[in-house]
T-cell receptor
Framework: DQQVKQNSPSLSVQEGRISILNCDYTNSMFDYFLWYKKYPAEGPTFLIS?????DKNEDGRFTVFLNKSAKHLSLHIVPSQPGDSAVYFC?????????FGKGTMLLVSP | EAQVTQNPRYLITVTGKKLTVTCSQN?????MSWYRQDPGLGLRQIYY???????DKGDVPEGYKVSRKEKRNFPLILESPSPNQTSLYFCASGRVTYEQYFGPGTRLTVT
């Protein structure tokens, strides 16, 4: 049973617009929620995280929102840039493990 | 430069021929982990290690072994590889689970 679900395999947006990537999780016991970005032929790189005690964390163009009651996590990218085109993985962290979703491929067109 | 290195980056081998993929980190991290990435399945954890001589199974440990004799190294061992282990493998390290740095990946093909 998937603990982390990213229901959109892909998303296309235009440069300058907002990109919203979504993630749902099943277990309420996770401590941290993260987003990783992955370019082809490279390892995933950490993008942004949020603690379970917060509902929003912002870092430049990237904002992560956590809705604990809905067990939902989202990543907002504003404004989107062509260089943001990549696969985005949502992940949830417990004490000893990191569990990833299947990823959403974001394509930002000029 | 702080980094996680993996070797080899690409490997083609045959069924049953034992192989080892090395992983090394220079950040003095206690936590290390191995993942495999497959199309449509995302990243799945194979094994992890909280510290030297402490290892545990992840979600997909069958067919793999690991060891953690030194803090910086965490090799992944396939004693009898099979075609279903053809995948893209990533090693990662971190101070804690929610702060992991990934290596560049090893693409393994088992024929």
């Amino acid at each position: 049973d998937q603990q982390v679900k990213q229901n959109s395999p892909s998303l296309s947006v235009q440069e300058g617009r907002i990109s919203i990537l979504n993630c749902d999780y099943t277990n309420s016991m996770f401590d941290y929620f993260l987003w990783y970005k992955k370019y082809p032929a490279e390892g995933p790189t950490f993008l942004i995280s949020i603690s379970s005690i917060k509902d929003k964390n912002e870092d430049g163009r990237f904002t992560v929102f956590l809705n604990k009651s809905a067990k939902h996590l989202s990543l907002h990218i504003v404004p989107s840039q062509p260089g943001d085109s990549a696969v985005y993985f949502c992940a949830v962290a417990g004490y000893s493990t990191l569990t990833f979703g299947k990823g959403t491929m974001l394509l930002v067109s000029p | 430069e702080a980094q996680v290195t993996q070797n080899p980056r690409y490997l083609i081998t045959v069924t049953g021929k034992k192989l080892t993929v090395t992983c090394s980190q220079n950040m003095n991290h206690e936590y290390m982990s191995w993942y495999r990435q497959d199309p449509g399945l995302g990243l799945r954890q194979i094994y992890y290690s909280m510290n030297v001589e402490v290892t545990d199974k992840g979600d997909v440990p069958e067919g793999y072994k690991v060891s953690r004799k030194e803090k910086r190294n965490f090799p992944l061992i396939l004693e009898s590889p099979s075609p279903n282990q053809t995948s893209l493998y990533f090693c990662a390290s971190g101070r804690v689970t929610y702060e992991q740095y990934f290596g560049p990946g090893t693409r393994l093909t088992v024929t």
